[in-house]
C-alpha cells in the first residue's frame, strides 16, 4: 500500500523532503502540495511530484480526501494551525521543527492530540535518526561508560542567512541539541543558563554570537554547549559525554584524511543538509512505515513541547544573564 502524502510548505526543506518521500522512499507518494508562493508549489510539483494536485491552502490540503498524511514544511508560525487541523481531520502528521513557535501553541497541540485520543503527531527532530548519535546513545544506555555525569557539545555553523536574527541561535539552531541531547541521557531539563562569548566580529547586526547554555537535569547531569553560528570554517558538531568510568564522543562524519601542502587533516562539511542527510533519509522511512502501521515512533509532540518550553527557558536566560528554571505541565500518561 502507498501512503499519499500532502506537502505545505514547498521551499528548501520542502523540496528536500518531497524528493525523498516521492521516488526515493519505498511505500509514499506525495500526491498533494501547497505554498503560500503558489506560483513556486507549482513549478515544485512538476519537477518533482509531477500530477500531485496544487491546493489553494493548507486547511484545503488537510481535508482532501486523496490525502492520508500531512508533513509540514513551511514557517514556523503556521505549524500550530496546520498541526491542530491535521489532528481534527485525524490526519497523521510530520511537522518540520520547531512543533509551534511558543509553549502555549505546544500544549494546545498536546492537548487536542490527547483529546482526539490517538497519537498523530512526529516532530522533525532528524537528529534521533544519525548513525553516530544513534551508537553514542548505545553506549550510553549500555553502560559503556557508566552513568554520565557532564556532556560538552558545540553547534558551529559557517554563517548564517541574513534574516537570521535574534534568538535564532536558540529557537531555529540550539532546539536540535535541545531535544536530542535529552533523548541521549535520557533524563528532562530542570534549568538553563547562558553565558555570552566575546562578540565575534562576524556576527550580524541583532546578534548575538557565540555563547554557551548550560542546562542541568533532574538526574544532576550537566550540558555545556557551544552556539557558533558564524563560526567561518565549517558545519561542526561536536558531543562529548563524560561517564563515571570513561568518555564517549559522537563520531566525525567519514569525510577522506589528506595529506597536502605540510598539513595533514580532514577536511570538514560547509552545509548543515549534507551533514545529516542520511538522518532524513531513515527519518521519513521509518515514519512512513510507522504511520503506515498506524503508530507514531518518533519525536512526539510531548517532545515538540518540552523543547519549546526548554527553549524558552533558554532565550529568558540570554536576556536575564540568571539561572532559568525550566518547568513544564505533568507529563500526560498518553506520551508515558
Ligand atoms: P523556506 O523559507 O525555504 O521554506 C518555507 C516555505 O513555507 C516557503 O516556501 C513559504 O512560502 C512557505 N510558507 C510559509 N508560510 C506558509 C503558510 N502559511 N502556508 C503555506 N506555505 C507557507 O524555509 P525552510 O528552510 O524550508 O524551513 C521550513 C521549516 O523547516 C522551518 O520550520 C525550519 O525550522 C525547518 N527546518 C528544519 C531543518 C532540520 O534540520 N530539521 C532544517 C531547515 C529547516
Ligand atoms: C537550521 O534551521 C537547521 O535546522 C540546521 O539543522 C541547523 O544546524 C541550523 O543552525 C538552523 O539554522
Redesign the pocket.
Known amino acids: 500500500m502507498t501512503l499519499k502524502i500532502g506537502v505545505i510548505g514547498t521551499g528548501a526543506i520542502g523540496q528536500e523532503h518531497i524528493a525523498r518521500l516521492h521516488g526515493k522512499i519505498a511505500g509514499s507518494a506525495v500526491v498533494a502540495v501547497n505554498d503560500i508562493n503558489s506560483d513556486n508549489a507549482r513549478a515544485v510539483a512538476d519537477r518533482l511530484c509531477p500530477g500531485a494536485a496544487v491546493h489553494a491552502s493548507g486547511e484545503e490540503l488537510i481535508r482532501s480526501p486523496d490525502v492520508d498524511a500531512v508533513l509540514v514544511t513551511s514557517w514556523g508560525p503556521s505549524h500550530e494551525e496546520f498541526v491542530l487541523a491535521s489532528i481534527a481531520a485525524g490526519k497523521p502528521v510530520f511537522c518540520e521543527?520547531p512543533l509551534a513557535t511558543t509553549a502555549q501553541a505546544c500544549r494546545r497541540i498536546v492537548e487536542a492530540e490527547i483529546a482526539g485520543g490517538r497519537a498523530l503527531v512526529q516532530v522533525g527532530f532528524m537528529r534521533r535518526y544519525d548513525a553516530g548519535y544513534r551508537m553514542l546513545k548505545q553506549v550510553v544506555a549500555s553502560g559503556g561508560i557508566g552513568d554520565p555525569l557532564m556532556l560538552h557539545c558545540a553547534?558551529r555553523?559557517p554563517t548564517?542567512p541574513a534574516h537570521?536574527v535574534g534568538d535564532?541561535g536558540i529557537t531555529?539552531?540550539f532546539?536540535?541539541e535541545i531535544d536530542v541531547l535529552r533523548w541521549l541521557v535520557d533524563d528532562d531539563y530542570v534549568s538553563a543558563q547562558v553565558i555570552q562569548g566575546r562578540r565575534s566580529r562576524h556576527a550580524g547586526e541583532g546578534l548575538d554570537d557565540p555563547y554557551l547554555v548550560v542546562l542541568k537535569t533532574r538526574g544532576g547531569v550537566v550540558i555545556d554547549t557551544e552556539i557558533f553560528?558564524n563560526c567561518q570554517f565549517g558545519?561542526d558538531?561536536q558531543c562529548q559525554i563524560v561517564g563515571e568510568d570513561g568518555t564517549a564522543s559522537l563520531p566525525e562524519p567519514a569525510t577522506v584524511p589528506m595529506r597536502k601542502g605540510a598539513f595533514a587533516g580532514q577536511p570538514l562539511m560547509m552545509d548543515?543538509k549534507l551533514r545529516?542527510i542520511d538522518s532524513y533519509d531513515v527519518e521519513l522511512a521509518e515514519w512512513v512505515e510507522a504511520t503506515a502501521a498506524g503508530r507514531v515512533t518518533g519525536p512526539t509532540a510531548w517532545d515538540g513541547y518540552f523543547a519549546a518550553v526548554t527553549s524558552d527557558a533558554c532565550v529568558e536566560a540570554k536576556r536575564t544573564g540568571q539561572i532559568v528554571p525550566i518547568t513544564t505541565m505533568d507529563r500526560p500518561d498518553f506520551y508515558r
Open positions: 521543527k553547534h555553523n548564517v537570521y535564532m531555529d539552531t532546539i536540535h553560528v558545519y558538531i548543515w545529516f
